[in-house]
């Protein structure tokens, strides 16, 4: 078919795409990895899970790097992979509450069942009998969770772990750990134990809030006076309190009286699970291992058991950011990063960054080797099978950090730039180990790559890429967040020390600045009834709070400090991005960097932030009619939209819910409540994250509740207060309680659910692919975006062998295809291909306006894939000069058909792919994909006349161009040489056969 009837029928394709979609097709969740990649058992298959493309990258490996082999769409924002059986791989995927189970043998990769497991999952091991069971772990918010969210019950565990059969995926136990979110998980070489760990897991510190410290007749700490600003002008503020040994103790370290604090924080960090048990049983807790959970790994050898958990450990207990040294400063000294050794029942904390202890100030000043030496959030490990190497991937470094596993046992390891390997594309997340081929392969998240490290050189020496569908604003701002080498002074924490993937880390910080003077507050206020409305610089604690769903909110930081409405160009108010560039201060107070950031970074670190956006919730109910609820969240809703209940205003008086408007929460206005501060109206939409504090006797799995300092326990608490009148007493503010723990998102609750259909569940699944096309029917609210729906809906699955995708337009009930020329089928129609073996189809709900890249047009080029001859290339039209299918942009050999597009190396033995593919692989004389001494013979042979060459057309590298014999000669022989041999040469050679 010629290219103007393609593009006619490109035309008409999209033009059935669906009307009314959400302009924006890309949505930035900023979700961690985990467990981003997996290795075959036997080194030929390497698996890498595309977070922001929402697939599994299915990669060859080949003595030239690796080959890519497959894309296989899975849920929304997958953080982990592991692999079953050498043919079957499970994925995580975190926003779609997912696990896709991928085939990789009997056809084209493709997903065949898709598991529903618990809400926010994010790791996966295999291990029981022979590995015959599935650990997941998940939170328990109550959507996809078998219980229903439990926000008033103290003293529970709200962490949990699904137990899967592994080969029908049926759900055998679901495991509750006394802990927050869990995260990772690690199993034992014999598959006898499972090790999961809190994510959160907090650090034995609470916060005493005003109202208990007068009553108990606990004073204010100093400092005692402030040249600029007289402690007699200071607010009253909570204070930081942690657990030693039994006794709390306040930032001097002075005892808190028995009995102001009514709760114990037992702060288990690591659960141990006997797998083999039928129910699987958590048989030992372990205590102390950090603050921050991310990754975990077992020795090796069944014998040893050490099992070892990277981690960051709080220095919250301590205080002030800014220069002052007279009362303590934590610029510089936030999170330490760590690798805690689990031996037996000891817990033993290594320091990674042990060498910043000894500078004469944590937080000195322009030192580039304490920089160069240092490790920034140490996520996934591996180590080698004999059990005496363990590398880590330094996420805000860019590198590999490589330790003797015995100087870790002993802490006898030095911090070393030199031990480390440097990964080019930022973010390394995630480790395949294969020791047998000499190699370690980092998943990179700024750059959405894989590195290929020599591991004898520990050295960089090749990249892949995969797909990225991030705009370059995300991609561009994302380092800034991340990159304590560049952000910080001595190179160990960054923005994302607290700030955990672009969220919050569940504490509270007094980062008041000794020195600085009391500021105006220029912002507008919903109510004003007197009082003082000015920023004192000692604030007290404050929660940290997400930098996820900043935009449409106005002036930022719980006082809204962070604000720019002083400038007369914002009318007054706030503007998103003018404040959060006002916090560029904290580079400096706070990181200890040398410098602010210059303004361009800045603007690019706003931008990529007011990208993200909160998820949908986890805990408002999937229903078919698009306005329903429980009963107990609709009266919680009408009462909060309703009376007065503050004497001044209704709840949503000054916690506006306005979605068309994108507030959920507040519109930026602060408030005077006659409290020792003022503060900016919150939003609510992560009220469910912070539940876990209880202010009664017994044990509790948070230190921090609700309000800016979290000294409220529960949203039931904050609402006995006297301001507020509840004709209904108790049972009425519970009503509120539920509304507010699903408090309404920018995005509706259905986004991410998907369900796998095939040749024999199709009653079991029929009711959920209903409720998801409701769901992608029904308008839903969206700023500025007028016409979105709940969702749109994809389908995805391979037919006849090959993937294909189709997007739900509601307007006209049918599914449009990835290519221009086939039918658009109906519900039906659809369905029915799933009853061929092999065709499984796996819905998807995506974010509104993301439909038609995410299901037909990948590279979002306006042509569709199936009818893009470079469906992972913009722009379209590219042609297919040599007629293999693939686009002159994409094609590594544009003159030569290579359908296949196999590149096995470059020049020499061992080499890694060039960009050349192996059909004009220059220098390749023999015709095996790689230019190596061989071929150097070949071509001394046939100019001496004393042979032939196999492929004429690959010796001419230098010269007039031209494929045949003729144009060989001495200069591509000696160029041929030297680049076998490694030699520089000037120059590319050109593409052999042009």
């Not at 022979?130 to 103290?154: I, K, L, N, W, Y």
């Not at 078919?624 to 809703?637: E, K, L, N």
């Not at 033995?909 to 001494?933: E, H, N, R, W």
Request: glycine share 12%; net charge negative.
């Amino acid at each position: 078919m010629d290219r103007i009837a393609i593009g006619l029928l490109l035309s008409v394709g999209l033009a059935l795409l669906p009307a009314g979609a959400a302009a924006r097709d890309f949505w930035s969740f900023e979700t961690g990895p985990v467990r981003p990649l997996a290795l075959s058992p036997d080194g030929t298959r390497l698996l890498a899970v595309n977070t922001p493309d929402a697939r599994l990258e299915v990669f060859d490996v080949i003595p030239g790097g690796l080959a890519h082999v497959a894309s296989v769409p899975v849920g929304l924002e997958p953080c982990a992979v592991a692999l079953r059986t050498p043919d079957e791989a499970w994925v995580v995927n975190h926003l779609s509450d997912s696990v896709s189970v991928v085939a990789l043998a009997g056809g084209a990769p493709r997903v065949v069942r898709t598991l529903r497991v618990g809400d926010e999952p994010r790791d996966i091991v295999f291990a029981g009998a022979g590995g015959s069971r599935a650990f997941v772990t998940t939170a328990a918010r109550g959507q996809d969770h078998p219980a229903p969210a439990d926000p008033m019950t103290p003293g529970i565990g709200r962490a949990s772990v699904f137990v899967l059969d592994a080969a029908s995926g049926a759900q055998l136990a679901v495991l509750t750990l006394f802990a927050d979110t869990p995260r990772a998980l690690a199993a034992s070489p014999d598959g006898s134990k499972v090790y999961a760990a809190a994510f959160h897991s907090g650090n034995g510190t609470t916060v005493i809030g005003v109202p208990q410290l007068l009553s108990a007749g606990i004073g204010q700490l100093p400092p005692s006076e402030n040249e600029q600003a007289p402690i007699a002008s200071a607010p009253d503020v909570a204070q930081i309190v942690r657990d030693d040994a039994g006794t709390w103790r306040d930032a001097l370290g002075g005892a808190i009286p028995p009995g102001v604090i009514p709760f114990t924080l037992p702060d288990r960090d690591v659960f141990e699970i006997d797998a083999l048990a039928t129910p699987p049983t958590v048989v030992a807790e372990h205590s102390g291992v950090g603050t921050i959970l991310f990754n975990m790994v077992v020795h090796p050898d069944p014998l040893d058991g050490r099992v070892f958990v990277s981690n960051t450990d709080a220095n919250n207990a301590d205080r002030f950011e800014g220069f002052s040294t007279t009362w303590g400063n934590l610029r510089g000294e936030l999170h330490r990063a760590r690798i805690s050794v689990l031996d037996g029942g000891a817990v033993l904390p290594r320091h990674l960054n042990k060498h910043l202890v000894a500078l004469t100030e944590y937080a000195a000043e322009g030192n580039a080797a304490a920089n160069a030496d240092s490790l920034a959030t140490p996520l996934e490990m591996a180590i080698s099978d004999d059990g005496e190497t363990l590398y880590v991937a330094a996420f805000g470094s860019s590198k590999v950090g490589v330790f003797p596993v015995a100087a870790l046992d002993d802490d006898s390891f030095a911090p070393d730039a030199a031990t480390h390997i440097e990964v080019s594309g930022g973010g390394p997340g995630g480790l395949a180990l294969d020791e047998a081929a000499g190699r370690l392969y980092v998943w990179t998240r700024f750059d959405n790559g894989i590195s290929i490290v020599d591991l004898a050189a520990g050295a960089e020496i090749g990249k892949v890429p995969m797909h990225d569908a991030e705009p370059a604003v995300v991609r561009d701002g994302r380092p800034l967040l991340y990159d304590a080498r560049f952000t910080s002074s001595n190179g160990e924490a960054s923005c994302s020390a607290c700030h955990v993937f672009a969220d919050f880390d569940s504490l509270a910080w007094d980062l008041g600045v000794v020195e600085a003077p009391v500021e105006n507050n220029p912002n507008p206020f919903e109510v004003a009834v007197g009082g003082s409305t000015s920023f004192h610089p000692l604030k007290g604690p404050m929660t940290t709070q997400t930098l996820r769903g900043m935009s449409n909110h106005g002036a930022m930081h719980w006082r809204g400090d962070r604000t720019d409405a002083d400038d007369p160009a914002t009318g007054g108010r706030s503007t998103d991005q003018g404040a959060f560039e006002q916090f560029n201060g904290a580079f400096e107070g706070l990181l200890g960097r040398t410098a602010p950031l210059l303004d361009t970074e800045m603007t690019a670190f706003a931008e990529f932030v007011l990208q993200i956006v909160s998820p949908p919730s986890p805990v408002a109910p999937l229903l078919a009619d698009p306005d329903a609820v429980t009963a107990s969240q609709q009266s919680g809703r009408d009462f909060f939209e309703g009376p007065i209940s503050d004497f001044v205003r209704s709840c949503n008086g000054c916690h506006l819910l306005d979605a068309s408007a994108g507030n959920f929460g507040g519109d930026g206005d602060s408030s005077v409540e006659g409290e020792p501060q003022e503060f900016k109206i919150p939003h609510m939409r992560n009220m469910y994250q912070k539940v876990g504090r209880f202010d009664v006797a017994g044990p509790q799995v948070r230190g921090f509740g609700f309000l800016h300092d979290g000294s409220v326990d529960t949203l039931l608490s904050f609402l006995r207060s006297p301001v507020f009148q509840f004709p209904g007493a108790d049972p009425q503010r519970l009503e509120v309680v539920d509304f507010a723990m699903a408090f309404p998102a920018e995005l509706a609750p259905v986004v991410g659910q998907q369900v796998t259909l095939d040749a024999s569940n199709a009653q079991d699944v029929s009711g959920r692919i209903d409720l998801l096309i409701g769901r992608a029917a029904a308008p839903w609210v969206l700023k500025d975006e007028p016409g979105a729906h709940h969702c749109d809906l994809v389908v995805k699955g391979s037919v006849a062998g090959e993937m294909r995708g189709w997007v739900y337009d509601p307007d006209a009930a049918l599914f449009m295809p990835d290519a221009a020329g086939d039918p658009a089928p109906g519900d039906a129609a659809l369905r029915a291909l799933a009853t061929t073996a092999g065709q499984e189809l796996t819905y998807t709900c995506v974010p509104p306006g993301s439909g038609t890249r995410a299901g037909v047009d990948r590279d979002a080029d306006g042509e569709l894939d199936a009818d893009d001859s470079c469906p992972l290339d913009a722009p379209a039209g590219q042609p297919d000069l040599d007629g293999d299918g693939v686009g002159a942009i994409c094609d590594s050999c544009p003159g030569e058909a290579n359908s296949d597009q196999t590149d096995s190396g470059g020049f020499g033995a061992g080499s890694l792919a060039d960009g050349i593919g192996d059909a004009c692989q220059c220098g390749d004389t023999s015709g095996d994909g790689v230019a190596t001494a061989s071929d150097v013979d070949e071509l001394r042979a046939h100019l001496s006349g004393a042979g032939n060459m196999t492929v004429p057309s690959h010796c001419n590298l230098v010269g007039p161009p031209g494929p045949g014999p003729a144009s060989c000669d001495a200069a591509d022989l000696v160029s041929l040489r030297r680049r076998v041999a490694g030699a520089a040469v000037e120059g590319d050679p050109q593409i052999c056969g042009s």
